[in-house]
């Protein structure tokens, strides 16, 4: 079964509005750490946000925010203010417990399109 | 601030011939991680490594093989390599493994294209 489930492959959204990109994830671990990366084309993978299982406020980072509902097992990115270089791909990911060395597991991704 | 450096930024090889990638991870991260992105697809998880030792494998084929050096650099060396192969490899390195918010920073990755 999929861990990070990623329904929209592609969205559009105008310049200075704001865009929801969704995540669903599945584990049975009661710690556990959610990110967000974004793949320009040029094919670099960036950092963008965490939010930890146990954190009870959303996380932001400036234009960034999490949406973070536990119960529903959703970590939606919020991008406020879209600009034309938040054209990319962007992958939610989730690192498992303490026994999982750390690696992360992806998503399949959401390409963004801003247009201008 | 420093990040993480992989080489080469772009290999083409032919089939059956074999590969070696090189990662410099950040200074003073413990551990590195490879993963493999085929095209149009995400990142798989394929090794890591936490201070100089294998901590973790994923889809690693057998014919894949990686190590860390003394100085922390980590290599991935691919043998007969098939087609299929091609695709964006990827360094990632953080630190303190296990701890949940300790995000892996990227490398710009190595694209390989097997001809």
């Known amino acids: 079964a999929q861990k990070i489930t990623q329904t929209q492959p592609g969205m559009f959204v105008q310049e200075k509005e704001a865009v929801t990109l969704d995540c669903t994830y599945d584990?049975?671990?009661?710690?556990?750490?959610l990110f967000w990366y974004k793949q320009p084309s040029s094919g670099e993978m960036i950092f963008l946000i965490y939010?930890?299982?146990?954190?009870?406020q959303n996380a932001t980072e400036g234009r960034y925010s999490l949406n973070f509902q536990k119960a529903r097992k959703s970590a939606n990115l919020v991008i406020s203010a879209s600009q034309l270089g938040d054209s990319a791909m962007y992958f939610c990911?989730?690192?498992?417990?303490?026994?999982?060395?750390?690696?992360?597991?992806f998503g399949k991704g959401t390409k963004l399109s801003v247009k201008p | 601030a420093a990040g993480v450096i992989q080489s080469p930024r772009h290999l083409i090889k032919e089939k059956r011939e074999t590969a070696t990638l090189k990662c410099y991870p950040i200074?003073?991260?413990?551990?590195v991680y490879w993963y493999q992105q085929g095209p149009g697809q995400d990142p798989q998880f394929l090794i890591s490594?936490?201070?100089?030792?294998?901590?973790d494998k994923g889809s690693i084929p057998d014919r894949f093989s990686a190590q860390q050096f003394s100085d922390y650099h980590s290599e991935l060396n691919m043998s007969s390599l098939e087609l299929g192969d091609s695709a964006l490899y990827f360094c990632?390195?953080?630190?303190?493994?296990?701890?949940?918010?300790?995000?892996?920073?990227f490398g710009n990755g190595t694209r390989l294209t097997v001809t």
């Open positions: 584990t049975s671990d009661q710690s556990y750490g």
């Open positions: 490594f936490y201070e100089k030792m294998q901590s």
């Open positions: 990911a989730m690192r498992e417990g303490w026994g999982s060395q750390g690696n992360l597991i």
């Open positions: 990632a390195s953080s630190s303190q493994t296990g701890i949940l918010d300790s995000p892996l920073h």
């Open positions: 200074p003073r991260h413990d551990t």
């Open positions: 939010q930890g299982s146990y954190d009870e």
